[in-house]
C-alpha cells in the first residue's frame, strides 16, 4: 500500500512537473510577440511632415499644377487689336468707326499690327490697301503718304482690268478729240506711269442704263496738271501697269 501511494504521488510530481512546463512555456509565448510588436510599429508609424518622401510628393504636385496653370495661362493670352470693319483704301483717314477691335492670339507678332493699347493718333492715312476683316497692319497707316502723292478722282466709261483695284499700280492713258479730226485720227498719250489706286467705285445712272466707273489715284504732284488738264479734256483710259490700252481708249 505504501509503495502504492509513493508511485500515485510520483505520478502526480511528474503531472505538476508538466503543468509546470506548460505554464512556463505558454507564459513564454506572449514575452516573445511583444517583442516583435515594436519593430513592426516601427515600419507602419504615419508619416510626419519631416518625412522626406512626404515632401517629396507635396513638392512633385505642386510643381504639375503650377505647370498646367502656365500653360492654360499661356493659351488664353490674347491682345485686343484693331481690324478693317470694311474695305480702307489707300489715302483714306483713319477712323475709328470704320475699325473694329478683335481678340486674337498674336504672340511674338503684336508689334506689327495696330493694338488698341497703341491707340490711334490723330490725322492716319492708309498707306496700303486693307480689305474688311483683316487685322490693321502698323505699316498700312502713317500721318502722310511717306512719298507725298495726291489723290485725284478719275471718271472712266470702259470696262476696268480685274487687276485695277485697290493698292495696285495703273497707267493713266488720255485721249484727246479734235472737231478736224477722225476718230481714227485721235491722239492717245500716257499722262501718269505707275500711279497707285485709292478706291474704285462704281455708279449707275438715275434708270440704270449707264453706268461710270470712279478710280481715284495716287499721283505724284508733278503730274497733277496734266491729269487735271486730260481730265477735262480727254477721255480717261486706266489699265494694268504696262498693259496695252487699245480698245479702251
Not at 513638392?59 to 495661362?73: D, K, P, R, Y
Amino acid at each position: 500500500m505504501a509503495a502504492h501511494r509513493g508511485t500515485g504521488h510520483s505520478h502526480r510530481a511528474e503531472s505538476a512537473g508538466d503543468g509546470g512546463a506548460a505554464t512556463a512555456r505558454a507564459g513564454a509565448a506572449p514575452e516573445s510577440t511583444q517583442e516583435q510588436e515594436p519593430a513592426l510599429a516601427g515600419r507602419l508609424h504615419r508619416p510626419g511632415w519631416r518625412d522626406p518622401r512626404l515632401l517629396v510628393g507635396i513638392m512633385i504636385v505642386l510643381v504639375s499644377v503650377a505647370a498646367v496653370v502656365a500653360l492654360v495661362a499661356a493659351q488664353d493670352r490674347t491682345v485686343a487689336v484693331y481690324a478693317a470693319g470694311e474695305d480702307l483704301d489707300v489715302g483714306a483717314a483713319v477712323d475709328a468707326d470704320d475699325l473694329r477691335v478683335e481678340q486674337v492670339h498674336l504672340a511674338n507678332a503684336a508689334e506689327h499690327y495696330v493694338t488698341v493699347e497703341d491707340g490711334l493718333d490723330d490725322d492716319l492715312q492708309v498707306l496700303a490697301a486693307v480689305d474688311a476683316g483683316e487685322l490693321l497692319p502698323q505699316r498700312a497707316v502713317g500721318e502722310a503718304d511717306p512719298q507725298g502723292r495726291q489723290a485725284v478722282i478719275l471718271e472712266v466709261d470702259h470696262t476696268l482690268s480685274s487687276a485695277v483695284a485697290s493698292g495696285r499700280s495703273v497707267d493713266v492713258w488720255a485721249t484727246y478729240q479734235s472737231a478736224s479730226q477722225s476718230e481714227g485720227q485721235a491722239r492717245a498719250d500716257q499722262v501718269v506711269t505707275a500711279a497707285t489706286v485709292a478706291s474704285v467705285s462704281e455708279d449707275s445712272s438715275a434708270f440704270g442704263s449707264q453706268q461710270r466707273t470712279s478710280v481715284e489715284v495716287l499721283i505724284d504732284p508733278e503730274d497733277m496738271a496734266a491729269v487735271l488738264e486730260a481730265r477735262g479734256e480727254a477721255q480717261i483710259a486706266v489699265v494694268p501697269v504696262g498693259a496695252d490700252p487699245e480698245g479702251q481708249l
